[in-house]
């Protein structure tokens, strides 16, 4: 079974600074998807990044940008020039690359806070 | 913009009762999901739906939950026994096809069971 463990339960950071959040995962599956989902108070969740595991080039977009490490399995996310509207919780995610109806696989997720 | 659509927003239910979430995926959307998450805690999946069935269940969806898509455009869950633990947010996901292809989460039902 896939296991996705993000370290940092809280972080703060002032606006416009530029944070990372951490995230690992384990499994055994070589083709496989991650994201990174942002859940505002509003607790929808919106996706915020994804990374395709067959793709050595880490994915971005606009400000958020991630470094993917296959071999370390680990998945971090870069938010620069950090603004209000970032404040959320994130969660990292796992998808099997095998099969349809292939579920997510979510962590414990980080509450990040952008302070003015 | 599509969306999947989730309703009620809030419900409260007594213990032993039971309740229906509703859902309405994007509309050509194949694939369809209930996740939950218990308060502070995070986002665990219960069931995935396919074909009009069942595709995979996690150890959380016992005998007392079903799902059914009665129509072709409504997704609910149902509990058929409520118990105090299943209090939580549930969410609703859809997704246009397989692969890595993103989900799209409605803004949840937060189900209070007392």
């Known amino acids: 079974a896939q296991t996705v463990t993000q370290s940092q339960p809280e972080m703060s950071v002032q606006e416009a600074e530029t944070v990372t959040l951490s995230c690992t995962y384990d499994?055994?599956?070589?083709?496989?998807?991650l994201f990174w989902y942002k859940q505002p108070p509003s607790r929808q969740m919106i996706l915020v990044i994804r990374?395709?595991?067959?793709?050595?080039q880490n994915a971005t977009e606009n400000r958020f940008s991630v470094n993917f490490q296959k071999a370390a399995k680990s998945f971090s996310l870069k938010i620069s020039d950090s603004q209000l509207g970032d404040t959320a919780m994130y969660f990292c995610?796992?998808?099997?690359?095998?099969?349809?109806?292939?579920?997510?696989?979510f962590g414990q997720g980080t509450r990040l806070t952008i302070n003015p | 913009e599509p969306e999947v659509t989730q309703t009620p927003s809030h419900q409260v239910t007594q213990m032993g009762q039971e309740v229906i979430l509703r859902c309405v995926p994007i509309?050509?959307?194949?694939?369809f999901y209930w996740y939950r998450q218990i308060l502070g805690q995070k986002v665990e999946f219960l069931v995935s739906?396919?074909?009009?069935?069942?595709?995979?269940k996690s150890e959380i969806f016992d005998d007392q939950f079903s799902v059914e898509r009665p129509d072709g455009s409504n997704f609910t869950l149902k509990i058929r026994s409520t118990k105090l633990e299943d209090s939580a947010m549930y969410f609703c996901?859809?997704?246009?096809?397989?692969?890595?292809?993103?989900?799209?989460f409605g803004q949840g039902t937060r189900l209070t069971v007392v």
């Open positions: 509309s050509n959307h194949l694939y």
């Open positions: 739906f396919y074909n009009n069935e069942i595709s995979e």
């Open positions: 499994t055994s599956e070589n083709n496989y998807y």
């Open positions: 996901a859809s997704r246009l096809s397989g692969g890595g292809t993103e989900a799209f």
């Open positions: 990374q395709e595991a067959y793709k050595q």
């Open positions: 995610a796992f998808m099997k690359h095998v099969g349809g109806a292939q579920k997510l696989v």
